[in-house]
């Protein structure tokens, strides 16, 4: 008979099984993890120039903005400074009108000194009335005695050889001046002081 041989066989151990499927699960879970992770960087990429689009956006728009307020802001500024000068040019020319009423005033108080009566006194208030409005309105006298001539104030219409007054100055008014505000209404009529004439007796010109 043939003899009886020992066939050895190596046992599975439950503990290989356990770590067999053990190996194969984390394996699975590595491999879903690894297929999300590569699309991660692309689409916050996209986020973040979808950001960097709107950010840009909005710049420009609160640019146009800032831009267009301004301009509003100087159109308003404009139409209000048109609209005061018709009004100042309006009222300069109501003005300019009442000049002479007010020098023919002052020229019959002038002629009126020596009368004391009633018909000076009602002159002088209707002078001071007339005065009074224009002055409300900005109006002020313009009075240049002694001061340097002005070509923007004043017109030069004698030479007068005058040794109270430094050459150049104003030695007279012929006719007031007026202004009202920063606007020249009328210009005074002056006379411009020059230096004397050394060839004249006492330097004063001939009698």
């Not at 048109?82 to 009442?98: F, K, Q, S």
């Amino acid at each position: 008979m043939p003899e009886d041989r020992d066939i050895s066989m190596d046992p599975i151990e439950p503990d290989d099984e356990i770590e067999i499927e053990f190996l194969d699960e984390e394996d699975e879970v590595q491999e879903a993890q690894v297929k999300p992770e590569g699309l991660e960087p692309v689409q916050e990429t996209v986020v973040e120039e979808e950001a960097e689009q709107l950010k840009a956006e909005l710049d420009r728009v609160r640019d146009v903005y800032l831009r267009k307020l301004a301009e509003f802001d100087n159109f308003r500024k404009r139409v209000e400074r048109e609209r005061e000068d018709i009004r100042l040019a309006g009222v300069e020319e109501i003005v300019r009108d009442l000049l002479p009423v007010l020098d023919n005033f002052e020229r019959a108080l002038q002629h009126a000194e020596d009368d004391s009566g009633a018909f000076q006194q009602g002159i002088e208030l209707i002078a001071k009335q007339l005065w009074d409005t224009l002055e409300r309105r900005g109006v002020q006298e313009v009075n240049p005695v002694g001061k340097p001539f002005d070509p923007e104030l004043h017109e030069a219409v004698q030479r007068v050889e005058d040794g109270q007054h430094p050459p150049g100055t104003v030695a007279w008014v012929m006719i007031k001046g007026y202004t009202m505000g920063d606007r020249l209404v009328r210009p005074a009529m002056v006379g411009v002081a020059v230096e004397p004439n050394g060839d004249s007796d006492g330097g004063g010109g001939s009698p």
